[in-house]
């Protein structure tokens, strides 16, 4: 994350001696990005993090991946998904991959366990209800509407709170996700042209110091699944500092960009990640030229595959194709796509538009998995050639 924070007891100088009442040293550690060249934070445990005492092969939930043969658009609903008495990390039904991300959705009501992804970046988008998300770091909390960014190889629990279960869509990246590196100055502050800045972003703020031994915690890596006992806890840190936390920002928080002619979506823009891009469509003012058409032009993305996951409102593009909340589709490079039939006339004179929804725009094209057959409107391809 692009700013400096301090939670809990850290010593003045980094690496010296800090000592707990007992006399006993901290146990300092280190969590950084790219080696040693990036950003990175100090964790200080009252136990050492590397004590583990056993380590075994695990089988996490499997899923398969097909091309998008025949090439055609797709929309899914993914409220049809649903069932209960599922945890919010091997609850996940993997809908859209690539090699550089896995989407994937959830209805959970459950706790995870202690999860550790080495591969890369997690983005969770609260679609509905309230999580809690625990780590060394300490405890953020989210509710609908916010995105949690949770660093690679950030041990983390995913805790359902409230009295319904909650709806995720989940983002994993085999890399780092942040924002936009346009929006950002040569120290990491982000610009007077951003969308939306440090005030609008949480982080934990105090630590959560959990003294459990003999804990068990899953991890993904590079070759499989391992489920390892540590011999304490991984939340018994005492304080850290540093720019690499978990952090939330919602999408209410979005400051849209917007003009006299349609926008397009690199001003949507809100993450970026390894060959993709995060995007949030948000209630706003549209287009004010005196001849504008405020729906999107039809647009054939040459270099990239289009996600769009539907969390409110009205896309009024959509009108007429059977898209609902919770709704995701998939327009592909090599297939022309826009608004459906009589939605650009109908726009002509709108000066608002209500919707919110979550893009994903890949630069590889996305698999679909065992789950998006689950739940495809097999129609959906077929709309455009309809009156509405």
Request: charged share 20%; with cysteine.
């Amino acid at each position: 994350m692009p700013y400096y924070r301090s939670v809990g007891e850290v010593p003045r100088k980094r690496h010296t001696q800090f000592r707990q009442p007992d006399g006993r040293l901290y146990a300092e550690e280190l969590m950084g990005q790219e080696g040693f060249s990036s950003d990175s934070s100090l964790l200080y445990h009252r136990h050492a993090p590397t004590a583990i005492l056993a380590a075994d092969e695990f089988t996490a939930p499997a899923f398969t991946r097909a091309p998008n043969l025949p090439l055609k658009p797709r929309h899914l609903r993914t409220h049809k998904l649903d069932t209960g008495g599922v945890d919010p990390i091997l609850g996940r039904q993997y809908l859209l991959a690539n090699d550089d991300v896995r989407i994937g959705y959830v209805l959970a009501d459950q706790p995870s366990p202690l999860f550790r992804d080495a591969t890369g970046d997690h983005c969770l988008y609260v679609e509905s209800g309230t999580l809690r998300v625990e780590s060394p770091f300490g405890v953020l909390d989210a509710v609908a509407g916010d995105y949690v960014i949770i660093p690679t190889s950030t041990i983390h629990r995913l805790v359902p709170t409230g009295d319904q279960p909650v709806r995720l869509l989940t983002v994993e990246a085999s890399g780092h996700i942040g924002p936009p590196k346009r929006y950002l100055s040569v120290r990491g502050q982000f610009l007077e042209h951003s969308p939306y800045c440090e005030r609008d972003v949480r982080g934990p703020d105090a630590p959560l110091l959990v003294d459990d031994e003999e804990v068990e915690v899953l991890v993904r890596h590079r070759r499989g699944w391992t489920r390892y006992v540590y011999a304490n806890h991984p939340f018994d840190v005492v304080g850290w500092d540093g720019h690499l936390y978990p952090w939330a920002f919602s999408i209410h928080d979005f400051e849209p960009i917007t003009g006299r002619i349609h926008q397009p979506p690199p001003v949507h823009q809100t993450f970026q990640g390894p060959n993709f891009v995060i995007c949030s469509f948000v209630p706003r003012k549209v287009d004010y030229h005196p001849q504008s058409i405020p729906v999107p032009y039809n647009h054939h993305n040459v270099d990239s595959d289009e996600m769009l996951f539907y969390t409110g409102g009205n896309y009024e593009a959509r009108r007429g194709s059977g898209i609902e909340q919770g709704s995701i589709s998939l327009h592909p490079s090599g297939f022309t796509h826009g608004p459906q039939p009589g939605a650009a006339e109908r726009s002509i004179g709108a000066d608002y538009f209500d919707e919110l929804a979550v893009m994903v725009d890949t630069f590889r094209p996305l698999d679909l998995c065992d789950a998006a057959s689950n739940c495809e409107d097999e129609g959906y391809a077929w709309t455009w050639a309809r009156s509405v």
